[in-house]
């Protein structure tokens, strides 16, 4: 992995809710040895943010301002396309003997794009991810996607691998390069509804006519509470809305990274 990319990374961890609030304590911690009220204060700041991000309310909210963008569309109303490209992290590999890929929570994107495929809406799937370190069969998550798409009636012929990206920023211009050299000209951008937003500006800036079609949708609308204990359990802390909010909050700050790094417009940053 370039050193830049691992070093934005790297710093991210440090934006997100938990190394934030993690970076908060222990700066609180410090300070407290001299300022003891304002060190106080700061470690339980940094507790009660922890807890805000925690709460499934506040998950929700976050997860809805990204995905109510790229409303649900039937496989049967997506225009046809030149190729479908389906966006990595979805498929892992593992070092357990006899077992060839793992399905991660975002696998709905492969399995949209083979039902995309089947449908006729392009002939051809672009199955994009980066390196990983593995053993055969696989030597990248791309193939390991590939193999999944011809388990779900993707002929092999059908299937482009592009590999050696690690962030979006540079998948969208791998897929450029793989689209000039075919002479294609619009694809079906599959990805995670919450990360449609940022995939789709990138693929847009890159000068890639790209029709999103999201999927892996993960807030929950139109809830109705009867009981006021179940209106309660919206705002206590739990794990999984953590690394929900987690999830959007990367979202956003990767947006505005993108537009620092040029791979999305300032007019798309507006957007």
Known sequence: MPFAIFFSKLISVFVLPLGLCLALIIAGAVVARWRLKTGTGLMLGAVGLLCLFSAPAVSDYLLKSLEHRYSPVAVEDYPSADAIVVLGGAVGVTDMPGIEADLKDTSDRVFFAARLY??????????????????????????????????????????????????????????????????????????????????????????????????????????????????????????????????????????????????????????
């Open 118 to 271: 089947r449908a006729g809406k392009a002939p051809t799937v672009m199955a994009v991810t980066g390196q990983v370190d593995c053993e055969d069969p696989f030597k990248s998550g791309a193939e390991a996607m590939a193999w999944l798409l011809q388990e779900w009636g993707v002929p092999a012929e059908a299937i482009v691998n592009i590999s050696g990206s690690y962030v979006t920023g540079t998948d969208a211009a791998l897929v450029k390069a793989a689209m000039e050299e075919r002479g294609m000209k619009r694809v079906l951008l599959v990805t995670s509804a919450s990360h449609m937003r940022r995939a789709l500006a990138t693929f847009q800036t890159a000068g890639i006519d790209a029709v999103p079609a999201a999927t892996d949708y993960e807030e929950i609308d139109c809830r109705k509470w009867t009981e006021e204990k179940s209106i309660l359990m919206e705002y206590l802390p739990d794990a999984e809305a953590l690394a929900r909010s987690t999830r959007a909050v990367k979202e956003y700050v990767g947006y505005v990274y993108y537009g620092w790094r040029g791979w999305i417009t300032p007019s798309a940053l507006d957007d």
